[in-house]
Nanobody, 120 residues
Framework: QVQFVESGGGLAQPGGSLRLSCVAS????????MDWYRQAPGNQRELVAS???????VYADSVKGRFTISRDGAKNTIYLQMNSLKPEDTAVYLC??????????????WGQGTQVTVSS
């Protein structure tokens, strides 16, 4: 089962930026959809952004216009550039993969994620 390691989180002020990375244990060229999720305490895991191997991108309404997802197949890595951060973006951010945009089940095991805290 493919595994992921997330990094890049930290403390940011409202309006600030962070860039998250997610490295897969195998080539992501075979992983049709790569996703970023987030989970805040007491909340369900939320799908934040998705990118397909063809470059199709989908964002949750809550991050549209502020977050940018990208993928680098040569590095087996996806990124999440987060700008104009808000306190409500505070959560643990995780990545995973799916077979298609209409599939809910994930292909890999869940990593520990990376904590993002937005606070002044």
């Amino acid at each position: 089962q493919v595994q992921f390691v997330e990094s890049g989180g930290g403390l940011a002020q409202p309006g600030g930026s962070l860039r998250l990375s997610c490295v897969a244990s195998e080539s992501i060229s075979s992983l049709y959809v790569m996703d970023w999720y987030r989970q805040a305490p007491g909340n369900q895991r939320e799908l934040v952004a998705s990118i397909t191997s063809f470059g199709n991108i989908v964002y949750a309404d809550s991050v549209k216009g502020r977050f940018t997802i990208s993928r680098d197949g040569a590095k087996n890595t996806i990124y999440l550039q987060m700008n104009s951060l808000k306190p409500e973006d505070t959560a643990v951010y995780l990545c995973n993969a799916r077979s298609g945009l209409r599939y809910k089940s994930t292909l890999g095991s869940w990593g520990q994620g990376t904590q993002v805290t937005v606070s002044s």
